[in-house]
Nanobody, 122 residues
Framework: QVQLVESGGGLVQPGGSLRLSCAAS????????MGWYRQAPGKQRELVAA???????NYADSVKGRFTISRDNAKNTVFLQMNSLKPEDTAVYYC????????????????WGRGTQVTVSS
């Protein structure tokens, strides 16, 4: 069984910062890509940032220059540093991992965390 658990969400004022973390645990063989998605009320889930195992990154245009994604492969953890937060960044943030398990080491599957709420408001 694989679990992804996010932490670090909360309420912050515009211009503030938050750091999200997501730890993957269980019978993991290897984690390929990891990413952060978000979903605001009444909107579709969208990609915020993604990172490959080798460290290549990709960002949504709306967060470029403000958010930074990073990962610790040894700890199966991905981070999202969010600076200069805006009210429009308010959403539930979900962690995603493209991984294989020890039971099926050649089969890649997507796993999701349950999400963490980020609210940007004065």
């Amino acid at each position: 069984q694989v679990q992804l658990v996010e932490s670090g969400g909360g309420l912050v004022q515009p211009g503030g910062s938050l750091r999200l973390s997501c730890a993957a645990s269980g019978s993991i063989f290897i984690i390929n890509n990891m990413g952060w998605y978000r979903q605001a009320p009444g909107k579709q889930r969208e990609l915020v940032a993604a990172i490959t195992r080798g460290g290549s990154t990709n960002y949504a245009d709306s967060v470029k220059g403000r958010f930074t994604i990073s990962r610790d492969n040894a700890k199966n953890t991905v981070f999202l540093q969010m600076n200069s937060l805006k009210p429009e960044d308010t959403a539930v943030y979900y962690c995603n991992a493209d991984l294989t398990t020890e039971r099926t080491p050649l089969k890649r599957d997507d796993y999701w965390g349950r999400g963490t709420q980020v609210t940007v408001s004065s």
